[in-house]
């Protein structure tokens, strides 16, 4: 999937945008009543006619927007909004193709989603557990190989592994800030899970790389480690997403727009929020 986004911003830059990653955000400057810009935590200013956010909504309106220029009903709305992370991901370096027992050799049966998820009592458990404060001893995972779909991310004969995996509760029983502490373990339950199922596969780990959904908060900026920008239960959905009255795109405060997962209809590699958005800018000339 990361070949959407670079193609995303292919196009983007084919028609003049300029693209700056690394670049944190301090917050969103706002001038009488309006989004007037961005400031950079390194001091940079970006002044702007109109702001568009793709954070989530914690982000943008608790974390970006200073309290002062939002009503409390709102800010009480976003307090509300749940996310809740309970997803993992390792990925793995393999010095080998990978052979499954119930299924050996290179196929199609590998190229594309590998499911380890036995039975319905299986996940049960698994989720049973993460209710507690703990990640699952025997996980869900969902594999992918993108290797065999894009030879040029590994060299010839080596191949990449993606694992999805649940549960990881962000809430661990011992807090959020105990994930450090139990990272490789949880490395190891995922490993230890797949080669199960996979014979030959820890010998053939080069490099590994252990995500928990409080890596995924401090690096990439997903509250609470959610992949989604927030659940996608009913409550928050349709024109509850974000909040009650602010789900076609707009915001409280003026020149200020959302285009993520946390708008309508929410994540899931399909660019809809954006695509949505950008809709409803245009036929408000807000562009």
Known sequence: TGQISLSIADAAKS?????????????????????????????TEFKAKTVISGCDPYLTFRKFTSSEHLESDFLSEIDRYRF??????????????????????????IRGDIAIAPSIDYLERAYDEAKYGAFSKRPYLNVVIPSLTDSTIAPPGKHVMSIFVQYAPYHLAEGPEAWPSQREAFGDT???TLAEYCPGLKESILHRQVLTP?????????????????????EQLFFLRPAPKW??????????WMCGSGAHPGGGVMGAPGRLAALQMLKEGAV
């Not at 009488?32 to 400031?39: D, E, F, L, M, T």
């Not at 809740?84 to 199609?108: H, I, Q």
């Not at 789900?247 to 200020?256: D, F």
């Open 214 to 234: 409080w890596d995924m908060e401090r690096d990439f900026g997903l509250t609470e480690g959610n992949i989604f920008h927030g659940e996608l239960s009913l």
């Open 84 to 109: 809740r992370g309970s997803s993992g991901k390792v990925n793995l370096a393999l010095d080998r193709l990978p052979e499954f027992t119930c299924r050996p050799g290179d196929g199609l049966h």
């Open 190 to 192: 995922v490993v230890d």
């Open 247 to 256: 789900a076609r795109y707009r915001t409280p405060v003026r020149k200020l």
């Open 15 to 43: 028609y003049g945008a300029e693209i700056r990653t690394g670049a944190a955000v301090e917050q969103i400057m706002i001038k009488n009543g309006q989004a007037a810009g961005v400031a950079l935590t390194d001091g």
